[in-house]
């Protein structure tokens, strides 16, 4: 584990070290995924928020420079408050020490938040912050080689408990996820 610098706020932040970047991606290029978004993967991220009834999914390929979201579906940002600012669209990349899907990838399993502010070491998250966000699921997407390619996740602006059923559900759909990937690449076709 590393200690990311403290950002300009005074917080620090613990984001785990991902020692399996360069794995990663060449595995992620040879199934011809990466940094480009795929309309198949924001079909997926769409259906994911359905399942789940959650105003966030992603489908996430982190890299060395960050998180990049192939696949997204994503509100728009409300209305500022009277005299407030606005909040920010959450578009395909964040930076590393940003959301909880690095700790997915590093701990290779599955993580369920029902409020983020019940937990020091998320509560303080800039995603909390931008986006609003409260909850938190996300499930790894383990290939056949072992190597974790990145998560599907969902969140939303309220606690949520995910319950087993949630659990069961997003590694449901990331075990789906991989299978479809593999299947694609296998076929010469796009995920």
Same mark, same amino acid.
């Given at each position: 584990?590393?200690?990311?610098?403290?950002?300009?706020?005074?917080?620090?932040?613990?984001?785990?070290?991902?020692?399996?970047?360069?794995?990663?991606?060449?595995?992620?290029?040879?199934?011809?995924?990466?940094?480009?978004?795929?309309?198949?993967?924001?079909?997926?991220?769409?259906?994911?928020?359905?399942?789940?009834?959650?105003?966030?999914?992603?489908?996430?390929?982190?890299?060395?420079?960050?998180?990049?979201?192939?696949?997204?579906?994503?509100? /728009?940002?409300? @209305?500022?408050?009277?005299?407030?600012?606005? #909040?920010?669209? $959450? +578009?395909?990349? *964040?930076?590393?020490?940003? !959301?909880?899907?690095?700790?997915?990838?590093?701990?290779?399993?599955?993580?369920?938040?029902?409020?983020?502010?019940?937990?020091?070491?998320? /509560?303080?998250? @800039?995603?909390?912050?931008?986006?609003?966000? #409260?909850?938190? $699921? +996300?499930?790894? *997407?383990?290939?056949?080689? !072992?190597?974790?390619?990145?998560?599907?996740?969902?969140?939303?602006?309220?606690?949520?408990?995910?319950?087993?059923?949630?659990?069961?559900?997003?590694?449901?759909?990331?075990?789906?996820?991989?299978?479809?990937?593999?299947?694609?690449?296998?076929?010469?076709?796009?995920?």
């Amino acid at each position: 584990m590393s200690y990311d610098p403290p950002r300009p706020a005074g917080r620090l932040l613990l984001t785990p070290e991902d020692r399996d970047v360069p794995a990663r991606l060449a595995r992620l290029h040879a199934l011809g995924l990466g940094r480009r978004s795929e309309p198949a993967l924001d079909a997926f991220a769409h259906h994911l928020a359905d399942l789940s009834r959650a105003p966030y999914a992603v489908v996430n390929f982190p890299h060395d420079g960050g998180q990049f979201f192939a696949g997204l579906h994503a509100p /728009a940002p409300p @209305p500022p408050p009277p005299g407030g600012t606005p #909040r920010p669209a $959450l +578009g395909r990349t *964040l930076p590393r020490d940003h !959301g909880y899907c690095p700790h997915v990838v590093v701990r290779r399993r599955a993580l369920a938040l029902e409020d983020v502010r019940d937990y020091p070491r998320f /509560a303080g998250n @800039p995603v909390v912050d931008d986006f609003g966000i #409260r909850s938190y $699921l +996300g499930a790894p *997407l383990i290939d056949s080689t !072992g190597t974790v390619l990145g998560t599907v996740s969902v969140a939303d602006t309220t606690p949520r408990p995910w319950g087993r059923d949630g659990l069961a559900a997003i590694k449901a759909s990331a075990a789906d996820l991989v299978a479809r990937l593999e299947r694609s690449a296998a076929d010469g076709l796009p995920p």
